[in-house]
Nanobody, 124 residues
Framework: QVQLVESGGGLVQAGGSLRLSCVGSGGSFSTWHMGWFRQAPGKHREFVAAIRWSGGSTYYADSVKGRFTISRDNDENTVFLQMDSLKPEDTAVYYC?????????????????WGQGTQVTVSS
């Protein structure tokens, strides 16, 4: 079955960088649209970034635009989230998700598969 496994989370100081990775298996990764979401304690899960199956289109939440970059390597079945200029408010569990067909990329209900999440903590 389909599995998504995130890695790369950790503790970083404000202004620092982290690179998250998500490896997919058990399905046709190169045909999936991929997204990153995050959930902070006591808050709803929120959209962070998404990338179409071909990598030709990317989308970002306003809160991360200009600081985060989503990319993918279909040969390696991997999607990345490069996070720069991190802020304490970026602290959350970050999840990658895959959608076989998608309309609104920011809508978490559109995604079919989810990873287990990786913790990102940004200290001030």
């Amino acid at each position: 079955q389909v599995q998504l496994v995130e890695s790369g989370g950790g503790l970083v100081q404000a202004g620092g960088s982290l690179r998250l990775s998500c490896v997919g298996s058990g399905g046709s990764f190169s045909t999936w649209h991929m997204g990153w979401f995050r959930q902070a304690p006591g808050k709803h899960r929120e959209f962070v970034a998404a990338i179409r199956w071909s990598g030709g289109s990317t989308y970002y939440a306003d809160s991360v635009k200009g600081r985060f970059t989503i990319s993918r390597d279909n040969d390696e079945n991997t999607v990345f989230l490069q996070m720069d200029s991190l802020k304490p408010e970026d602290t959350a569990v970050y999840y990658c998700a895959a959608a076989r067909m998608i309309g609104v990329v920011t809508d978490s209900s559109r995604y079919d598969y989810w990873g287990q999440g990786t913790q990102v903590t940004v200290s001030s």
